[in-house]
């Protein structure tokens, strides 16, 4: 079946560190994969995504690239700040008959410090 | 401000009750969905609508009703069966819910979610 699976965390780094958070799948096909944030208390916001083979998400500073020969999707950021400090979800987009659902990740909270 | 409302913010169960938790978009989205979220867990499916007055069970269905009389309204029912509630429901929508969607349409946004606690 679809699976996705995440570093475990917590990730803690220094200001201006640069992050990587990574995320393999499992998946039939070709899913469309994600990386949403949470902040504390806070609902889930959409950061990037990619839908084919070597796209490449960005946002905010966040890149991630669709990397089909390793089943990868690993969330990169060359200087992390305090603010960046949240819970990140790795989700693939499956096809189940007519409907089309997410599979998430456990997540990985990242803790950036002065 | 178009978006996702989810009410309340916080919600108290009593043993043997039954509770509604509310979503409501104005992004005129086909798709709505119902997850549930556990400390150190990724979100689990219960319930996803792909169009008004259709829905279908997700991974986690178990303990849980819904409805879908309206587009823009997504409510969710905690009932007595669901033994353990205690945790975060979050809602989403995205325009459409049919596989094969991509692009702009296949992405699901959040509302700010809903802790339910049991008393």
């Known amino acids: 079946g679809n699976s996705v699976t995440q570093m475990e965390g917590p990730v803690t780094l220094s200001e201006e560190a640069f992050l990587t958070i990574n995320c393999t799948y499992t998946?039939?096909?070709?899913?469309?994969l994600f990386w949403y944030v949470q902040y504390p208390g806070e609902g889930l916001q959409l950061l990037l995504k990619?839908?084919?083979?070597?796209d490449k998400g960005s946002n905010k500073g966040f890149e991630a690239t669709y990397r089909k020969e390793t089943t990868s999707f690993h969330l990169e950021k060359g200087s992390v700040q305090v603010s960046d400090s949240a819970v990140y979800f790795c989700?693939?987009?499956?096809?189940?008959?007519?409907?089309?659902?997410?599979?998430f990740g456990t997540g990985t909270r990242l803790q950036v410090t002065l | 401000d178009g978006g996702i409302t989810q009410s309340p913010k916080y919600l108290f169960r009593k043993e043997g009750q039954n509770v509604t938790l509310s979503c409501e978009q104005n992004?005129?989205?086909?798709?709505m969905y119902w997850y549930r979220q556990d400390p150190g867990q990724g979100l689990r499916l219960i319930y996803y609508s792909q169009i008004v007055n259709d829905f279908q069970k997700g991974d986690i269905a178990e303990g849980y009703s819904v409805s879908r009389e309206k587009k823009e309204s997504f409510p969710l029912t905690v009932t007595s069966a669901q033994k353990n509630p205690t945790a975060f429901y979050l809602c989403?929508?995205?325009?459409?819910?049919?596989?094969?969607?991509?692009?702009?349409?296949?992405?699901?946004?959040f509302g700010p979610g809903t802790r339910l606690l049991v008393l």
């Open positions: 998946a039939t096909g070709y899913p469309s």
């Open positions: 989700a693939l987009k499956r096809n189940t008959g007519t409907a089309s659902k997410l599979t």
């Open positions: 989403a929508s995205s325009r459409s819910g049919t596989s094969g969607a991509r692009g702009g349409q296949e992405t699901q946004y």
């Open positions: 990619a839908t084919k083979a070597d």
């Open positions: 992004l005129n989205h086909d798709a």
